[in-house]
């Protein structure tokens, strides 16, 4: 299918380099035209600011970004990829290991469609912005899936390789994921972040930037029972 791309915003944030190349671009679908609504992020932890926008509708702004200007379609969140090392085998590892563990665990899957060069669009539905717990895993496994190599199984997969080069989640963050995978089970169901007993979006519904912008799978793990 042939698509229209408008204007890249040009935006740039205050952000740490990351070992992997890879660039996020959110955009906003009408029709077969994409919008881009934010700049290239390096970092996948702008996405748990948005589960913050989608969730309470609540907007937050840090380093640089806000999700204010974002518009969003109904049923999920349109990405370009950009900078991925083999963009046929990073469709292949979204297609063969992430999205039948997700399908398994939760009837939902990834969208991806190779544009050229060393771009791809991406669509996460929006289910998955519903607790900062799922974006950052699926992210993760985004990221994973573009370092140019192999994906062997999804469990292999969260301290292989690629994971170890990422070296984003490890040790009690990897020990989640096996136990909860895609279905965060139903007493934690209420929280859309969750940093403990005592942290969380049922005792704070309007936590400071800072906190949602960093509580991915490892702030979860911490405040669970593994």
């Known amino acids: 299918m042939k698509y ?17 190349s890879l660039r996020w671009e959110v955009l906003y ?25 989608i969730v309470a509708g609540r907007d937050l702004s840090i380093y640089g970004w806000s999700t204010a200007p974002l518009q969003i379609n109904d049923t999920g969140v349109w990405m370009r990829l950009t900078h991925l090392t083999n963009p046929e085998l990073f469709e292949n590892n979204i297609n063969t290991i992430i999205n039948p563990k997700m399908k398994e665990d939760i009837s939902l ?7 050229g060069n060393d771009e791809a669009l ?22 994973l899936a573009t370092y140019g ?53 049922v005792k704070d519904a309007a936590p400071n930037a800072s906190l949602v912008h960093n509580n991915g799978v490892m702030s979860w793990s911490k405040g669970v029972e593994i």
């Not at 009408?30 to 589960?51: A, E, H």
């Open 109 to 115: 899957e990834l969208t991806t469609e190779l544009l």
């Open 4 to 20: 229209k791309f408008e204007k890249p915003t040009g935006t740039t944030y205050a952000e740490i380099g990351q070992p992997n």
């Open 29 to 53: 679908r009408d029709g077969n035209t994409f919008i881009p609504k934010s700049g290239k992020l390096k970092c996948k932890d702008f996405f748990n600011d948005m589960v913050s926008k």
């Open 149 to 201: 190599s192999t994906l062997e199984s999804f469990d292999k997969a969260l301290d292989g390789p690629q994971a170890i080069a990422d070296h984003a989640i490890s040790g009690t963050g990897v020990k989640l994921i096996r136990k909860w995978g895609f279905k965060v089970p139903k007493d934690y169901q209420q929280y859309w972040y969750f940093c403990g007993a005592e942290y969380n979006s």
């Open 122 to 143: 991406l669509f996460i539905p929006i289910e998955i912005f519903k607790t900062t717990y799922l974006i950052s895993l699926t992210s993760w496994l985004v990221r």
